[in-house]
């Protein structure tokens, strides 16, 4: 693993369509939440803010997807967004998608890249 990687956690911790795993990335000097989800064997990272307002998307920690594992959704505003990309498919995040977070999977390992 480059220097400048840091682990985030096991692949095997990261369901498909289901649970995430909540990190977080320095900012400016300040902690900024982030997650990590898995959607069609491929892991995607995004800071955990709506794009509606600035608030957490988990409905529970590690809960971001819709009821039918499609979907990343906003606990507070029912916002969808799409997993792969983060963007907004509808909702109020009135088209402001989900920031990106560069993440690999390495050997099982998923890392955040820097």
């Not at 988990?58 to 594992?69: A, L």
């Not at 499609?70 to 498919?89: E, F, Q, V």
């Not at 998608?97 to 820097?114: H, N, R, S, T």
Request: proline share 5%.
């Amino acid at each position: 693993m480059a220097e400048s990687a840091r682990l985030i956690c096991s692949g095997a911790d990261v369901v498909e369509g289901g649970r995430g795993v909540r990190f977080s990335i320095d900012r400016h000097g300040l902690p900024e939440p982030c997650f990590v989800v898995r959607h069609r064997g491929v892991v995607h990272a995004f800071v955990n803010r709506c794009g509606h307002v600035p608030i957490e998307l988990d409905w529970q920690p590690g809960e971001f997807f819709d009821t039918s594992g499609l979907y990343l959704i906003c606990a507070t505003h029912g916002a969808l967004y799409c997993p792969d990309s983060g963007r907004c498919l509808g909702g109020k995040c009135n088209g402001k998608g989900l920031q990106p977070v560069a993440v690999l999977e390495i050997d099982g390992q998923i890392i955040l890249k820097a």
